[in-house]
């Protein structure tokens, strides 16, 4: 690969945070390999698409963007994840893909960079699911921000029944606790000091347990025993984990969220929809009170905890008073925050072949209601840190000069003004203002 080192790549993300913690690696991996990483896709010889496959809006952005990103400079497009993964050869249908790869081939991505450039191949299609070798590379030198992601599980088992995730991410695997704490000591010595564990569902984690003596079984660690050793990592101040299905948050869980202070008092636990008949359809496997209680719980145990979660509208046969079930569950949990999207038929899924879907115009509408709903709650959240001191880990400048915007444990976006460069840096931020999606404070 001598003369890849005149080339420049450029990666566009899609997604959910697994991927940005893919193409992060991916990066590195280029990196390595002697291509040089570029933030303008009009210098870029190489653009990467790393892609989400999970509605079909994010799947449709992919061929548009190809077309927008393109440049008199491409010479070859590569696109990555779980769109190829699902669409296996129908990605060639674009022409101007050269590489189509899934989410676990990424290691071979500088080595089929190299035949495209070199004429050895015209087209590459990898999309074979070996998750265990994919972590191979993921202890791998790379620039290190404050904040940085660990994929620790990948791949689910849960089959809800609107959900692609089981066939374009596979089973679920369990990175083994050495390679994670391993990897998680070289992120904080290169100056990482928030962590975020990642998995499709972290609370089902087991993991081979690093070895402890001769004689005697290796055993495996669940995700509590995780989460209590990657807490006494020296020099960690931070640590998060998403995401959770409700069916598997223990009482476990709840109490290292009570003992653990670095442990961020925020879980993102997805609901989907708050209609027992509408969960059962999902295949969730828990009805609505089931949830709220399991919640409430979580409270008890840990007072200073708040939740986010995911809602989907318009699934195939829910009606008004479904619907409106939803809006009640939503108003009872009081979320923090929450995504909530329409729902979209996805190829092998037995959702997309149901009776009874629902229109368009129907889902948009109680998708419009719905959000509002969260967005009262997220502004009353906001408004009731007002008047508070919350340690915020600032990561980037604001829009107008001298703001800085950081995350408060809680995620919440919170404004300062500073004329000297909070990028990167934990600062104490008195609370003065609320907004709908910010507050904003100053540093005290
Ligand atoms: N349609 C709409 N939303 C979906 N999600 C997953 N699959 C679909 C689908 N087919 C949502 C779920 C999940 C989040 C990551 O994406 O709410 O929690
Ligand atoms: Fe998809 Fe359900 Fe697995 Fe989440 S738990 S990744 S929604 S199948």
């Known amino acids: 690969m001598g003369h890849s080192a005149m080339y420049k790549f450029f990666i566009e993300t899609y997604g959910c945070q697994m991927n940005a913690y893919d193409s992060n690696i991916i990066a590195a991996l280029m990196t390595m390999a002697g291509f040089e990483r570029t933030y303008e896709s009009s210098d870029a010889d190489i653009l990467i698409f790393y892609t989400c496959n999970v509605r079909e809006k994010a799947a449709k952005k992919v061929f548009s963007n190809i077309g927008l990103l393109r440049s008199e400079k491409t010479k070859v497009i590569a696109v990555g994840g779980c769109v190829p993964q699902a669409e296996k050869n129908m990605i060639f249908k674009c022409k101007h893909i050269d590489i189509a790869f899934g989410p676990s081939a990424y290691r071979k991505l500088p080595a089929y960079v190299s035949k495209i450039l070199n004429d050895e191949e015209d087209r590459i299609l990898d999309v074979e699911l070996t998750q265990s ?62 962590i975020t564990l990642l998995g499709q569902n972290v609370n089902s984690y087991n993991g081979d347990a690093p070895y402890i003596s001769i004689g005697k079984p290796r055993g495996s660690w669940n995700f509590e025993r995780l989460l ?17 299905h409700p069916k598997d948050v223990t009482v476990g869980l709840m109490k290292k969220h009570a003992q653990i202070d670095i442990l961020a008092p925020f879980a993102h636990i997805p609901a989907q929809s708050g209609s027992d008949r509408i969960l059962k359809l999902m295949n969730r496997r828990y009805v609505a009170q089931e949830y709220i209680d399991k919640l ?33 569950l939503v108003r009872e949990v009081g979320y923090l925050s929450s995504y909530s999207f329409k729902y979209s038929p ?61 995350k408060n444990v809680y995620m919440q976006s919170v404004i300062v003004e500073s004329d000297i460069d909070l990028t990167g840096k934990f600062g104490m931020v008195l609370i003065e203002k609320a907004f709908k999606n910010s507050v904003f404070g100053r540093l005290v």
């Open 228 to 244: 209590q050793e990657v807490a006494e990592s020296d020099g960690l101040k931070r640590l998060r984990y998403t995401t959770s």
């Open 296 to 328: 409430n719980m979580f409270r008890d145990i840990c007072p200073a905890i708040q939740f986010s979660s995911d809602f989907i509208v318009g699934f195939p046969t829910e009606t008004a008073d479904d619907f409106e079930d939803t809006l009640k």
């Open 133 to 194: 070798s994919k972590f191979d590379c993921c202890n791998a030198e790379r620039t290190v921000s404050r904040s940085e992601f660990v994929t620790i599980q990948e791949g689910c088992d849960n089959y809800c029944s609107y959900c692609v995730v089981p066939y374009t991410r596979g089973k679920e695997y369990s990175r083994p606790a050495a390679d994670i704490i391993s990897e998680v000591k070289m992120l904080l010595a290169k100056g990482a000091q928030e």
């Open 346 to 406: 996805r190829s092998d899924t037995p959702a997309a072949t149901m009776s009874g879907q629902i229109h368009d115009t129907i889902k948009a509408k109680r998708l419009d209601i719905l959000q509002r709903e969260l967005m009262r709650s997220q502004t009353l959240h906001n408004e009731s840190i007002v008047g508070k001191t919350m340690e915020t880990l600032f990561d980037k400048p604001g829009k107008k000069s001298m703001q800085y915007v950081g």
